[in-house]
């Protein structure tokens, strides 16, 4: 699959995309002002959201209202309290469930993505057999790669990449001997480096057809796109709620229904999730409850729930396209400015994410520079490191896109840049 033909063209002038959407013309509540770092910090140009999100007040004063009002353990009490903090952590279950098209049966909660990709591992491990083979794309994540590469050992299998952006785009394409033995695919919704779509919906009917599991590291991707899993029909999709303006430690794990109702054990064991336990011997609940044992993160995944229904009340669709015109026009400034290779997909949308290296001048240097301006970038190699090696960089500077982002923003990014080609150039 390693088609040097075909692979990621960086900088591609044919492929600029164009903003058809007039500063003037796009009419969108500015959210900013929800947002209580930026009144702690009033200069902040905050450009790392692909890290993680700052936080609104909505999510704030959820977890004050937690604390203050409900706060108890869960499905171990019969006093009101409990069952007060129990409602409001399965309200915020069908909230997450609703918000990316599924029902509450099929969602657990975790610590963050990589707690989820994870317990897909440990739930994939007791499926594969060994010959069968791992794909995924040299787009993705450490934490979508050293599960499986761990997988991989244990079962003896073999891990196949895809290096090839065109038939990621268009799998469709690839030959039908390619699907022989695959067991499972693992790919990003979104690349945290590029910021390229993957068109999951079509790699999930491909697989369920070669009959091989589907996982999908949602992390960036629900944070770009509207996420509807009863029309993708994957069998895994995980994500972060920080990642998507919600409290860190709480992570979601979608599982398709016919995994959630098999004989699968899951990762953790422990209390909450036993029918039977005798001296030699336990059972286990036949439901999603066996995925979560011990004494969940209950507040912050009720500030989660409120979180998105913040985000639902200020128009999500909106919003998001907010943040791909945003982000399209730093893409056409970055191709204006001389001297920058942008590290962008030629058969694929973006979405909220932008990576390019500046020639001459280190990506840490870029990022210091950049930090004594009051703009917050991530720099390195974003845990991508085959990517990186792939594309030949050693590292990158990675400006990512949030909903309280502005036109001004990105003026004041794109000309520290061009300030700093200047310093380092002197």
């Known amino acids: 699959m390693n088609n040097t033909q075909n692979k990621v063209i960086v900088n591609n002038t044919q492929n600029k995309v164009i903003v058809n959407t007039a500063q003037s013309e796009l009419k969108l509540k500015d959210v900013k002002s929800d947002f209580p770092i930026f009144r702690t910090y009033p200069n902040l140009v905050y450009l790392d959201n692909g890290a993680t999100t700052q936080k609104p007040q909505a999510m704030l004063d959820a977890l004050n209202d937690y604390y203050i009002s409900k706060n108890s353990n869960i499905g171990r009490g019969v006093y009101q309290l409990a069952d007060l903090s129990e409602k409001s952590y399965e309200q915020s279950r069908t909230t997450v469930a609703k918000f990316i098209g599924t029902q509450p049966e099929n969602i657990i909660f975790t610590h963050g993505t990589t707690d989820s990709i994870n317990q897909v591992a440990f739930i994939a491990g007791q499926i594969l057999q060994p010959g069968q083979k791992i794909v ?246 974003h845990c991508t490191y085959p990517l990186h090696s792939f594309l030949g960089v050693n590292s990158s500077v990675r400006a990512s896109i949030g909903i309280y982002n502005t036109y001004e923003d990105i003026d004041f990014f794109i000309d520290k840049i061009q300030k700093a080609q200047q310093f380092f150039g002197e």
């Not at 430690?249 to 098999?262: A, E, M, Q, R, T």
């Not at 001297?339 to 990022?367: E, F, N, Q």
Request: charged residues 15%.
């Open 136 to 381: 995924l794309s040299i787009f993705e994540h450490h934490a979508n790669i050293l599960p499986w590469q761990r997988l991989a050992q244990q079962n003896q299998c073999e891990i196949i990449f895809i290096e090839d952006e065109f038939l990621l785009a268009n799998p469709n394409q690839l030959p039908t001997s390619f699907w022989d033995n695959v067991g499972l695919v693992a790919l990003s919704h979104v690349s945290n480096v590029t910021g390229q779509v993957h068109p999951i919906k079509l790699w999930s009917e491909l697989a369920k057809k070669y009959g091989a599991l589907i996982s999908i590291d949602g992390a960036q991707g629900v944070t770009a796109e509207v996420v509807n899993l009863s029309d993708i029909a994957c069998d895994f999709y995980s994500f972060s709620a920080h990642k998507l303006y919600g409290p860190m430690g709480v992570g979601v794990l979608y599982i398709d229904s016919k995994l959630v109702n098999s004989e699968i054990s899951p990762l953790m064991l422990g209390g909450a999730i036993i029918q039977e336990v005798e001296k030699q011997h336990y059972s286990l609940l036949d439901d999603f409850h066996r995925f979560e044992a011990g004494t969940p993160n209950v507040a912050n995944v009720y500030a989660f729930g409120k979180t998105l229904e913040y985000l639902n009340s200020n128009n999500w669709l909106a919003l998001l396209e907010k943040c791909h015109t945003l982000n399209n026009y730093l893409l056409n400034k970055l191709e204006e400015t001389s001297d920058i290779r942008l590290l962008t997909p030629k058969y694929l949308p973006t979405s909220h994410i932008t990576s390019c290296t500046v020639k001459g001048i280190h990506a840490h240097d870029i990022g210091t520079f950049l930090s004594n301006e009051g703009i917050a970038v991530r720099v390195g190699k």
